[in-house]
């Protein structure tokens, strides 16, 4: 799980992309045939989602 969650937090920081499609999207879900992974991706995906979101409702412009 350790090691999946380091590559997409990679991702993320990497492909603009892959951030803009995962912050759009709705529910996030994984139809493959291993129980494991049809559970923990979308579940590291989602959590990946709502860190970011909290850091991004975090910053804030410093006018001064």
Do not use: C
């Amino acid at each position: 799980i350790d090691l999946m969650q380091d590559i997409l937090e990679a991702r993320y920081d990497q492909d603009s992309d892959f951030r803009v499609l995962l912050h759009d999207t709705g529910q996030i879900t994984h139809p493959v045939g291993d129980p494991f992974w049809r559970e923990w991706f979308p579940r590291l995906l989602n959590q990946l989602r709502d860190k970011n979101r909290e850091v991004k409702s975090n910053e804030y412009v410093d006018e001064d």
